[in-house]
């Protein structure tokens, strides 16, 4: 049977990086999809995973599949409903204002900078994406290869808006927590502006499950410098996971060693979420 996880998950718990994927007759995906679609990665089947988990509240992220046609996504988000669900979606420098208007209408509160394939806005046009959307409150998500962190930084602490940072910082090379990439996305949390999601330590991982210590090592270190600029995601369905696919309990669970405190489990999981999604 599918675990569950090993402790109390607070009340308004949020999984804050998940995809949703339908069928492709109704969702095409588009031409710059770089990867295969997970069929049946439907919002029936993330149910089950969030009423096992015992997560009250879920922050759809666009895939790269289906490019800037948010509908997938957002569709998701209104079946859900607002009080229970929101959006990262995909825009460009060029979408139209009104459009914008009508996203943060049906939940969006972010725009999604994919930097790995499949992107639709490029490092330099980064800083014309935010400036778009700033006015609306949300923040620009970016995902990227960590080892990049030093060049990036200044960039990213100039952008006016709120920046989330995926996944740990997703170093590809992994690295300890005094190497100079950590030590930019540390100085980057610790600023106030900047955001991380701890999710998908599987991505990257040398150590492998169920500690992933090299990649547990940075999450811990974030979680001292400044548990409340950190939320967590469970990035089901996990589209670029070899099979068999990461049980997102134990994935849960690692926050017991990340945020030993209780109180900064909640912060991660509540609080800090609502804050930054408008819940």
Known sequence: MPAKPSFPVPPGAVDCHMHIYGPPERYPVAATNPSPVPLGSDLAA???????????????????????????????????????????????PETPEAELRRLH????????????????????????LATHVAPLGWHVQLQFDGGEM?????LIRSLPCPVVIDHIGRFHEPVRPDAPPARSLLRLLESGRIWVK??????????????????????????????????????????????????????????????????????????????????
């Open 46 to 92: 993330y149910r089950t995973v969030q009423a096992r988990l015992g997560l009250t509240r879920t922050v759809v992220v666009q895939p790269t599949a289906y490019g800037a046609d948010n509908s997938c996504t957002l569709d998701a988000v209104a079946e859900l409903g607002l009080d229970r669900a929101r959006a990262v979606v995909v825009v460009t």
């Open 105 to 128: 209408a049906a939940g969006a509160r972010g725009a999604r900078a994919f930097m790995l394939g499949g992107g639709l806005v490029p490092w330099e046009r980064l800083l014309d």
């Open 150 to 154: 030093p060049e990036r930084e200044s």
């Open 198 to 279: 701890l999710s998908s330590p599987y991505g990257v991982s040398r150590h492998g499950p169920p500690g992933y210590a090299d990649v547990s090592a940075i999450a811990r270190a974030l979680v001292a410098a400044a548990p409340g600029r950190l939320v967590w995601g469970s990035n089901w369905p996990h589209p670029n996971a070899p099979a068999p696919k990461p049980d997102e309990a134990p994935l849960l669970d690692l926050l017991m060693d990340w945020a030993p405190e209780e109180a900064a489990r909640h912060a991660i999981l509540v609080s800090n979420p609502a804050q930054l999604y408008d819940f």
